[in-house]
């Protein structure tokens, strides 16, 4: 039943990400995340993918100031913007420990924002705990897909506002 429900969480981000055509509201509030356990680097390799426009929207809001994702002469601007809220709204614990991510960086994909962070120094992985609060200081019905993976296992879930944690046992 949990791969049944992977994959038609998977085509129905992929229609969601990728059906639309420019300039078209989509109709969900959604984002995800996912949490790669890197054993050979010792690491834990975090991703999140957020819609553009919504990302923009709730920057501009809290940070109170312009934003523009996809203009290069404000990469460092947005850089910095980025780091703060998702370090501010995504948070993780390893083993019952919480770790702290490094940002590395973010991409523009067609109409959504890869956002990349990392947890150096993870030797061992028998628990991850994610506390997603992205987006949610803007939309009541904000949906989160989470991932959590350690090697061939793959553990997934969608966490609904309010509702904010996820811990999957390896």
Do not use: W
């Amino acid at each position: 039943m949990q791969v049944l429900n992977t994959k038609f969480v998977t085509i129905i981000l992929a229609l969601i990400f990728f059906g639309g055509s420019k300039g078209e509201k989509h109709p969900l509030h959604v984002s995800t995340t996912e949490v790669n356990f890197n054993a050979k680097d010792k690491t834990l390799e975090v991703s999140c993918r957020i819609f553009s426009d919504d990302f923009e929207a709730i920057l501009a809001k809290t940070y109170k100031q312009k934003t523009d994702l996809s203009n290069a002469a404000m990469k460092v601007a947005m850089d910095n913007l980025i780091k703060k809220y998702i370090t501010t709204h995504l948070q993780l614990k390893t083993n019952g420990k919480p770790v702290t991510m490094v940002y590395v960086g973010f991409e523009i994909d067609h109409e959504a924002t890869n956002i990349y962070l990392e947890v150096d120094k993870i030797t061992a992985v028998k628990s991850l705990e994610v506390s997603d609060t992205i987006l949610y200081d803007m939309f009541d019905d904000q949906m989160s897909i989470v991932h959590l993976v350690k090697g061939t296992t793959r553990k997934s879930t969608k966490i609904l506002y309010p509702d904010k944690t996820f811990t999957a046992n390896f």
